[in-house]
């Protein structure tokens, strides 16, 4: 074992998830994984619920990149489309009837697009009288930690940007359960 490698250690784990380490102790921790499957393997439990990795694993899977049988492509689509309900039934009544429903404080015109995490909606903000998107985190994900975590680093680094061709973040907030921005 190579002197620089540290001994298991449970709780520098958490804060590697919730990063709390130093670059320093992040690759001293990422240098032990790679010999440690007992860490390998905590680090999987705690990165996320078992549901998660099953989702994941589909999502990276042949059928997510077009491979595979029909029978895996149509249950992958089955998926996402149940994915996209999900988060459509978050959605409360709204009384404009060209909407789809209200999310919050914004009346919903559509659906965008969707991937891994969620949905993307074109919504219209009441308040200041503009459209937006709405990137909804999926409802089976929202109870994650780790997921959460993820969804809210994803729109930091998106409100650091400032450019053209990239729409400006505005805030983060909840629709029920589920995560938004």
Known sequence: ???????????????????????????ELELHLTDCSSCQVELERRAADPDVWRDAVQLLSETAVGGGDEDSAAEFSGQRTRSLQ??????????FPEM????????VSGVVGQGGM??????????????????????????????????????????????DNVIDTYGVSEAGECPIW
């Open 118 to 163: 969620g949905a993307v909606l074109k919504g219209f903000d009441p308040s200041l009288r503009r459209v937006v998107a709405i990137k909804v985190m999926a409802p089976h994900l929202a109870d994650s930690g780790s997921a959460r975590q993820r969804f809210q680093r994803e729109a930091r680094a998106a409100a650091a940007i400032t450019h």
């Open 100 to 107: 789809l429903g209200r999310l919050g404080d914004y009346e």
């Open 1 to 27: 074992m190579n002197p620089t490698h540290q001994t298991c250690d449970r709780q520098r784990i958490d804060d590697y998830l919730d990063e709390r380490l130093s670059p320093q102790q992040r690759e």
């Open 86 to 95: 999900a988060v459509l039934g978050l959605l409360t009544p709204t009384d």
